[in-house]
């Protein structure tokens, strides 16, 4: 079997496939636990209550309430550097096991001089056009008028089908769109890596 992780263990993801999303800003999973002090400063600073305590006490979005303004109140009040705005470039350390990782990570953040930041995060949303209402003919556009950065449009087809298509280039990942979908259709995706978050 293979070696399970203190992260996974905290998780209870003793497969390593459930990455919870983290608050905007937050460092790679791999030094999230490590740097995270579960203070709760970061669930308090958000007004909208969009952070909640979750598994192992770690922070983690709860998009059901609403989307994320990315306000930064969150990230203004991490003083152990687990949100951290990181610099587009420089190299990340390698592993969590060496204290040298931890100045090197302060440091890539502390020494970034232009305002290329990596983005808050790497969550898109996906509609599955199976369950999507407008796409069974019934007239629905909850998902499109809550979208801030007018990511989804919707398409007229034939017979009264208006098909949503959602432009991954703009979409913020904010989850907005989640709650707002009365079939659940929308599906918030951690891109980065490649999985569906639980
Ligand atoms: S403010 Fe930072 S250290 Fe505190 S719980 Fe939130 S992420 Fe963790
Ligand atoms: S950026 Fe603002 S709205 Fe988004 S999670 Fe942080 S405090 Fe809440
Ligand atoms: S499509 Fe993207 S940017 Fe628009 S509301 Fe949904 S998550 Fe936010």
Not at 64 to 75: A, K, Q, S, V
Not at 156 to 180: M, R
Request: glycine share 8%; net charge negative.
């Amino acid at each position: 079997m293979a070696e399970i992780t203190r992260m996974q263990f905290l998780r209870g993801d003793l497969k390593g496939d459930k990455i919870p999303f983290r608050p905007p800003w937050a460092i790679p999973e791999q030094y999230f636990v490590d740097f995270c002090t579960r203070c709760d400063q970061c669930i308090e600073a958000c007004f909208d209550e969009l952070i909640i305590r979750g598994r192992g006490g770690y922070p983690q979005m709860d998009f059901n309430r609403g989307g994320c303004d990315f306000c930064e109140d969150c990230l203004n009040v991490c003083d152990a550097g687990a949100l951290k705005k990181l610099p587009l470039s420089g190299d990340l350390p390698a592993n969590n096991n060496n204290s040298n990782n931890r100045e090197a990570l302060s440091e890539s953040a502390d020494e970034a001089r232009s305002e290329s930041f990596l983005p808050p995060w790497h969550i898109k949303a996906s509609i599955d056009l199976n369950n999507c209402l407008s796409m069974n003919a019934t007239i629905c556009r909850s998902c499109g008028e809550s979208c801030d950065d007018e990511a989804i449009k919707f398409n007229l087809k034939l017979g009264g089908i208006a098909e949503p298509v959602l432009n991954t280039e703009t979409c913020t990942g904010c989850g907005a769109c989640l709650s707002v979908c009365p079939v659940q259709a929308v599906k918030l995706n951690n891109v980065s890596i490649n999985k569906a978050v639980a």
